[in-house]
C-alpha cells in the first residue's frame, strides 16, 4: 500500500495500479479483508485517474455485494468503498446518487478520523456543490477542509485543493478578483510543472488565466500538463486539459483546432462516461460538441441532455435579448483583454456599473467567464 502511494505521489498510477491489484490478492489470501478494503479503495482512485472509470465502478459493485453477503455488519472501513465510488458517480454526472454515498462515508471519516477519508471525502463533496451550483455550500466544505487540512502533516498540496474549489467557486459567481488573489497567494505561475497530486489546482488557475484571456499562457501551461498526464497514462486528467486546450482555441478563433482537441477528449471519455468533464469546462464547449457528434453520437446526447441542450439552438435565435451598445462596448473592450477596472477607467464608469453590466452580458450570451463570452460573440460574429 506505501509503495503504491509512492508510486503515485511520483506519477506512475499505472505502476500504483499494478501494486494495489496486488495487495488486494495478497491481503484476501491471508484473510485480512480490512487491509483488502484499504488497498482496494486505493486502487479504485488509481484506476479513475488512468480513465478506466468502469473498471474502477465494477471493483466496486463487488466490494458492496461481497459486504452485503456477510453475516452482521458490513467493516466500517467499507465506506471507503462508497466514498471512492462517490467519485466516479460524479464524473458521470450522477450527483444525487454521488451526494448519497459521499456523506455517509465523510461522516464515518470524521467519527474515526480517517485523514485521506475526510481529505478526499470534503473534496468531493465540494465539487459535487459546485456542479449543482450551491456555491456558499460548496465554500464552507472546502474551507473547512482547508482549515482541517492545514493542521495535519500531510503533503501541502492537499491544503491547495480546498483553496483552488474556493476559487472555482468565486470564478463561477463571476469574481474574477477573488480567483487572481488567490492565484497570487499560492505564487502559481504559466512556466510550472505541475506535479500529479496538483493538477486539480492548476485546472482553476487555467480557468482562471482563460477569464482573463491570458491565452499564450494558458496554452503554454497545458502543453506541459498534456505532455506530464500522457507519460504517466492518466487519461482522466488528459479528458481535461484536451477540453481547456480546445477553448483556448475557439477564443483565438481557431476553430478546426477546438473540434480537435474535443474530438481527442470524446475517444478517452466516451466509452467510460466521463460526462462530468466536459460540463464542467462550460457552455461554449457544449456549444462545440454536436459539431463532432458522429465521434460518439449517444455519448455526446448525453452530455447535451445534462447540459439541457438536447435539441440545437438555431444561432439566429441564440441571443434572448440583444445586447445594448454599452453591452457591446464593454464586449469589445473584454475581448481587447482589459480587466473591469480598466474598462471602467475608459468608460470613465464605476467598477460596480462595470461588473453590472459583464453580470448581463454572461447571461445573454449564455456564458460564465470571459473567454466564454468573446467566443460566443465570435461565433454569433457580435465582433
Not at 503504491?4 to 495500479?17: I, K, N, P
Not at 496486488?22 to 488497498?39: D, I, M, S, Y
Not at 456549444?287 to 449517444?298: F, H, K, N, Y
Not at 444561432?315 to 435579448?321: D, F, K, P
Request: hydrophobic residues 45%; proline residues 3%.
Amino acid at each position: 500500500n506505501i509503495l503504491g502511494q509512492v508510486l503515485e505521489m511520483r506519477g506512475d498510477v499505472a505502476a500504483a495500479a499494478d501494486v494495489y491489484r496486488e495487495a488486494a490478492l495478497g491481503e484476501r489470501r491471508v484473510g485480512t479483508e480490512v487491509g483488502a478494503l484499504v488497498v482496494l479503495t486505493n486502487l479504485v482512485f488509481a484506476l479513475n485517474e488512468l480513465g478506466r472509470r468502469r473498471e474502477a465502478a465494477a471493483i466496486c459493485r463487488q466490494v458492496v455485494k461481497e459486504a452485503e453477503s456477510q453475516s452482521g455488519q458490513p467493516l466500517p472501513v467499507s465506506e471507503g468503498i462508497a466514498l471512492a465510488w462517490s467519485l466516479l458517480s460524479y464524473e458521470a454526472n450522477q450527483l444525487e446518487k454521488a451526494r448519497e454515498q459521499v456523506v455517509p462515508a465523510l461522516e464515518l471519516a470524521e467519527q474515526m478520523n480517517i485523514t485521506d477519508g475526510i481529505l478526499w471525502g470534503r473534496q468531493i463533496l465540494a465539487r459535487v456543490h459546485l456542479a449543482c451550483g450551491e456555491l456558499s455550500e460548496a465554500r464552507q466544505v472546502a474551507r473547512e477542509g482547508r482549515r482541517h487540512a492545514a493542521r495535519l502533516d500531510v503533503y501541502k498540496g492537499k491544503v491547495a485543493w480546498f483553496s483552488a474549489l474556493e476559487a472555482q467557486a468565486s470564478l463561477q459567481e463571476g469574481d474574477g478578483g477573488a480567483a487572481s488573489r488567490w492565484a497570487e497567494a499560492t505564487s502559481l505561475s504559466p512556466s510550472d510543472t505541475p506535479l500529479h497530486w496538483d493538477e486539480l489546482v492548476y485546472f482553476t488557475y487555467v480557468r482562471l488565466l482563460l477569464s482573463q484571456n491570458r491565452l499564450d499562457d494558458a496554452r503554454t501551461l497545458l502543453t506541459t500538463m498534456e505532455r506530464s498526464a500522457q507519460q504517466g497514462q492518466r487519461h482522466r486528467k488528459l479528458i481535461t486539459i484536451y477540453l481547456q486546450q480546445a477553448l483556448v482555441q475557439q477564443a483565438l478563433g481557431h476553430t478546426k483546432e477546438a473540434l480537435d482537441r474535443i474530438e481527442r477528449a470524446l475517444h478517452l471519455a466516451a466509452p467510460e462516461d466521463y460526462r462530468r468533464a466536459f460540463l464542467d469546462e462550460g457552455q461554449t464547449i457544449v456549444d462545440l460538441i454536436p459539431r463532432v457528434r458522429t465521434v460518439a453520437s449517444d455519448f455526446v446526447d448525453q452530455v447535451l441532455a445534462d447540459a439541457g441542450a438536447g435539441q440545437a439552438v438555431p444561432r439566429s435565435q441564440a441571443l434572448v435579448e440583444p445586447l445594448s451598445e454599452r453591452e457591446l462596448e464593454i464586449l469589445r473592450l473584454i475581448a481587447a483583454g482589459r480587466s473591469n477596472p480598466e474598462i471602467a477607467d475608459i468608460l470613465y464608469l464605476s467598477l460596480n456599473t462595470i461588473k453590472w453590466h459583464v453580470k448581463n452580458l454572461y447571461g445573454k450570451l449564455n456564458a460564465v467567464s470571459r473567454v466564454e463570452a468573446v467566443a460566443r460573440a465570435q461565433e454569433l460574429e457580435l465582433l
